[in-house]
């Protein structure tokens, strides 16, 4: 039984392309978030939802948008997209109020050619 | 501004050997602490929180909050501890990382 789960695992698509990346999280934990992890390891937040409401929005394009149906699905569409947006993406989800970290997805390796 | 610094991009032991993952943190208030593991191509794990105190895979992490602190040991090496590692501090909710060290466990 995967915690988070994170589909495609692996996507290859075209400049200018509009893809989305699904998060799922059986925790019931109430925070979810995606990170992204550049081709140094580098790991930079980009979005964190708790209770359907955004609240934190680190300094990314706006082609990067969020969507969470309910508290337990955190998806990320991507709108035109650019060769610097190859990275891997993971999602993440935690208690907002509790001590334990992070449960963090498998990753969806992004490539754009 | 809260900061997580590991200044080792790349550390490289040989099996057996003891070894000591730095990590520094910049934060003014009382520190919520975690090392992070990532082995070759899959999901990063927590591995510690400075909250437990508790000992995994041999690893242990204290935090020295003179030194601001928070360094990753192990006494004996093995070729599996080959991974990347994160240092975390939690602000806010929000995990921040620090860029990352390469452990390199040799035969």
């Known amino acids: 039984d995967t915690a988070v789960s994170q589909t495609p695992k692996y996507l290859v698509t075209q400049m200018g392309n509009d893809k989305s990346i699904k998060c799922e999280q059986n925790?019931?934990?109430?925070?979810m978030y995606w990170y992204k992890q550049d081709s140094k390891k580098f790991l930079k937040i980009m979005f964190s939802?708790?209770?359907?409401?955004?609240?934190i929005n680190e300094t990314v394009p706006n082609r990067f948008s969020p969507k969470s149906p309910d508290k337990a699905h955190l998806n990320l569409h991507i709108n035109s997209l650019e060769l610097g947006d190859s990275a891997v993406y993971f999602c993440?989800?935690?208690?907002?109020?509790?001590?334990?970290?992070?449960?963090f997805g498998s990753g969806t390796r992004l490539t754009v050619v | 501004a809260q900061r997580v610094t590991q200044p080792e991009k790349l550390l490289s032991v040989f099996k057996g050997a003891p070894v000591e993952l730095k990590c520094n943190y910049s934060?003014?208030?009382?520190?919520?602490l975690f090392w992070y593991v990532q082995y070759s191509r899959q999901r990063l794990q927590l591995l510690l929180r400075?909250?437990s105190r508790e000992s995994i895979k041999g690893f242990t992490a204290d935090l020295n909050k003179g030194e601001t602190s928070f360094h990753l040991k192990k006494p004996f090496a093995q070729e599996e501890d080959s991974a990347m590692y994160y240092c975390?501090?939690?602000?806010?909710?929000?995990?921040?990382f620090g860029k990352g060290t390469k452990l390199s466990v040799k035969p």
């Open positions: 925790l019931g934990h109430d925070t």
């Open positions: 975390a501090l939690r602000f806010a909710g929000n995990l921040i």
């Open positions: 400075h909250i």
């Open positions: 939802y708790n209770n359907k409401e955004l609240i």
């Open positions: 993440a989800s935690s208690l907002i109020a509790g001590d334990y970290g992070y449960t």
């Open positions: 934060y003014s208030g009382s520190p919520e």
